[in-house]
T-cell receptor, first 115, second 110 residues
């Protein structure tokens, strides 16, 4: 298993500002995943972050809006840029047990409210 | 298009009242079906993986079953601590990305 720490746990932000979410894992992992969870909706994968390479973004998500860093095998950040109220959501960091198993460990999430 | 639909959206039960949650899926070749539990303010927690029709997995009061079109999460004699949102996800043979349902919010009243 893996223990994942995310911060901030919640924040209230003003429209047009940017916020960086940090994700720390207690073990080295190859891939880290960033998800968005909007109220009443399913989890949506934003991007996959591999150490030493550019993140891979899913359809509908772009690097300019959601830049990701992955400086080492235990840490990643997701920035939500130029925020609008539509970005209000829970953002979750996760890692996988093994490779391509579908068994994910999640952080507790970062709840962002954009005014 | 691959998709996952969970029903009902919410389910309220009395303590001890058994019931089932449904996860219907459409996928072009199933690699695996996953159940997660999510408590308020927490990230999802992995429960089960099912790989083929007819397979069953159990954990305490929970039993997950799988057919070619859907999965059921049966909860027997639930307790208030079983209250949570239960998420279903599938993984297709064509890629490893999980496709998630919107979840069923289960409330067990004492």
């Amino acid at each position: 298993s893996a223990v994942i720490s995310q911060k901030p746990s919640r924040d209230i932000c003003q429209r047009g500002t940017s916020l960086t979410i940090q994700c720390q894992v207690d073990s080295q992992v190859t891939m880290m995943f960033w998800y968005r969870q909007q109220p009443g909706q399913s989890l949506t994968l934003i991007a996959t972050a591999n150490q030493g390479s550019e993140a891979t973004y899913e359809s509908g998500f772009v690097i300019d809006k959601f830049p990701i860093s992955r400086p080492n095998l235990t840490f990643s950040t997701l920035t939500v840029s130029n925020m609008s109220p539509e970005d209000s959501s829970i953002y979750l960091c996760s890692v996988e047990q093994g490779a391509n198993t579908g068994e994910l460990f999640f952080g507790e999430g970062s709840r962002l409210t954009v005014l | 298009e691959d998709q996952v639909t969970q029903s009902p959206e919410a389910l309220r039960l009395q303590e001890g009242e058994s019931s089932s949650l449904n996860c219907s899926y459409t996928v072009s070749g199933l690699r695996g079906l996953f159940w997660y539990r999510q408590d308020p303010g927490k990230g999802p927690e992995f429960l089960f993986t099912l790989y083929s029709a007819g397979e069953e997995k159990e954990k305490e009061r929970l039993k997950a079953t799988l057919t070619k079109k859907e999965s059921f999460l049966h909860i027997t004699a639930p307790k208030p601590e079983d209250s949570a949102t239960y998420l279903c996800a599938v993984q297709a043979l064509s890629n490893y990305q999980l496709i998630w349902g919107a979840g069923t919010k289960l409330i067990i009243k004492p």
